[in-house]
């Protein structure tokens, strides 16, 4: 267990800028103290004393923030920056090297049984505010942009952003940050490429316009010397 603990203090101070030391991170940074607790509740969940995973999981969200229900698997140097709002549901999976930051919801869509709640790959980053709803794939190494809704599969090397969430981005394999990308600002945007693409076809249209107006007004003044 105190393995675990030093790998996640570790993966904050790499992720973090604002992280200073490994003290403060044990004592300030709610996803450490969540994702302790969560290993415990998913220990008493998978030996059947759910009614104590529970308990321990409601009095995590209570003080952290952080709702993580004790069904759901995690993996290793999982880092939840921030934490507060983040939900993630019973079977929800998630690998190792992920990174989310708050208001995430991995959620179920309420039509789902069985396996209902999403499956994160490797190397993943979510931003804040986004929902991954459903039993769905997120490929390794993805990212999913701040307020995304995403209710599709995601390849491997994509991102996703918008509502409903959209693939802008594929086979890009540049990482960094020990195989985590963390951009949130260089992010494709398709709705503003498209007004961009708007503006420009308004442009020839006036332009041709203007163009028209010039000829006939020019036609007319031959017209009149005659």
């Given amino acids: 267990m105190f393995k675990y603990i030093r790998e996640d203090i570790k993966t904050v101070l790499q992720r973090d800028p604002a992280a200073r030391n490994a003290f403060e991170v044990l004592l300030c940074y709610p996803s450490i103290h969540a994702l302790f607790w969560h290993r415990f509740a998913h220990w008493a969940y998978s030996h059947k004393m759910r009614l ?7 009095a995590v969200r209570f003080f952290t923030g952080i709702e993580i229900h004790p069904g759901a698997k995690i993996g290793r140097r999982v880092f939840i920056d921030h934490g507060m709002g983040v939900v993630i549901g019973e ?3 998630i690998g190792n090297d992920v990174t989310i930051y708050q208001g995430v919801t991995l959620g179920g869509t309420g039509k789902d049984t069985g396996k209902r709640h999403p499956t994160i790959g490797n190397n993943v980053m979510i931003a ?3 929902k991954v709803l459903g039993p769905i794939r997120i490929g390794d190494y993805s990212k999913v942009g701040a307020g995304a809704v995403v209710l599709k599969e995601v390849p491997a090397y994509c991102t996703v952003v918008g509502v409903p969430g959209r693939v802008v981005k594929c086979e890009n394999k540049e990482v960094c940050n ?3 990308d963390l951009d949130q600002i260089r992010l494709p945007d398709p709705v503003l490429d498209e007004f961009n693409r708007l503006y420009e076809r308004i442009n020839r249209l006036e332009q041709s316009i203007n163009e028209l107006k010039q000829s006939n007004s020019g036609g007319k003044e031959k017209d009149d010397t005659v």
């Fill in 178 to 180: 020990n195989g985590v």
């Fill in 52 to 58: 104590l995973a529970r308990v321990v999981s409601q």
């Fill in 91 to 93: 079977t929800t999976e």
């Fill in 128 to 130: 804040s505010g986004a």
